[in-house]
């Protein structure tokens, strides 16, 4: 099993905000990431903890911490939106990487 | 404009060995950090192992425990994994990926990917 956790799905209106959450002791002390991933296709960084926004992201996408859980907001979800989101961080040691299990959003 | 390109996924007997490597372009490869990233088919991603820029620091995911290594060619911009004693499990897309540092931080490119299947 994963040290970071997400849920499994998640649906939001269009047009909506959704926030996908992920949580894990390691976030206490380590930044997390968020990647897009659509059917088919290589992930894609959408929010840094360190850098925000990669050049090209929509600014409806943004990110938080607060103690050992970190946020992906979408505010004003579109339907280009709808991919699997994964949260990523160091684990407890520092020393490695780790992914939490993905959520899966779906706009309606 | 940041490349990755992998190559070498291919169907595999189980304890056989198999090496996927990956070329990077658009960016200066000797100054950064790079990391293997997995994803089963139909499951999440999966982080493998990582590298720095002088291969001085190669870490790895509990579940490898000594069958994989990590390399790189800083003058060919390659980045390697070497599999051994490979089982089913290890079925996977392999993702070769860059991080934003010199070290363990945010990986922020991807490759496209490349199959790996190890069945008998």
């Known amino acids: 099993s994963s040290e970071l956790s997400q849920d499994p799905a998640v649906s939001v209106a269009l047009g909506q905000t959704v926030r996908i959450t992920c949580q894990g002791d390691?976030?206490?002390?380590?930044?997390a990431n968020w990647y897009q991933q659509k059917p088919g296709q290589a992930p894609v960084l959408v929010f840094s903890?360190?850098?925000n926004r990669p050049s090209g992201i929509p600014d409806r996408f943004s990110g938080s911490t607060s103690a050992n859980t970190a946020s992906l907001t979408i505010t004003g979800a579109q339907a280009e939106d709808e991919a699997d989101y994964y949260c990523?961080?160091?684990?407890?040691?520092?020393?490695?990487?780790?992914f939490g299990g993905g959520t899966k959003l779906t706009v309606l | 404009e940041v490349r990755l390109v992998e190559w070498g996924g291919t169907l595999v007997r189980p304890g056989r060995s198999l090496r996927v490597s990956c070329e990077a372009s658009?960016?200066?490869?000797?100054?950064?950090?790079m990391h293997w990233v997995r994803q089963p088919p139909g499951e999440g991603l999966e982080w493998v192992a990582g590298?720095?820029?002088?291969?001085?620091?190669?870490v790895y995911a509990g579940f490898v425990k000594g069958r994989f290594t990590i390399s790189r060619d800083n003058a060919k911009k390659y980045l390697h994994l070497e599999m051994n004693s490979l089982r089913p499990e290890d079925t996977a897309y392999y993702y070769c990926?860059?991080?934003?540092?010199?070290?363990?931080?945010?990986?922020?490119?991807w490759g496209q990917g490349t199959q790996v299947t190890v069945s008998s």
């Open positions: 390691s976030l206490r002390n380590y930044y």
């Open positions: 990523s961080s160091r684990d407890s040691s520092g020393y490695l990487l780790v």
């Open positions: 990926t860059k991080d934003e540092r010199n070290i363990v931080s945010t990986i922020d490119y």
């Open positions: 658009g960016f200066t490869f000797d100054d950064y950090a």
């Open positions: 590298i720095t820029s002088n291969s001085d620091n190669r």
């Open positions: 903890a360190r850098n």
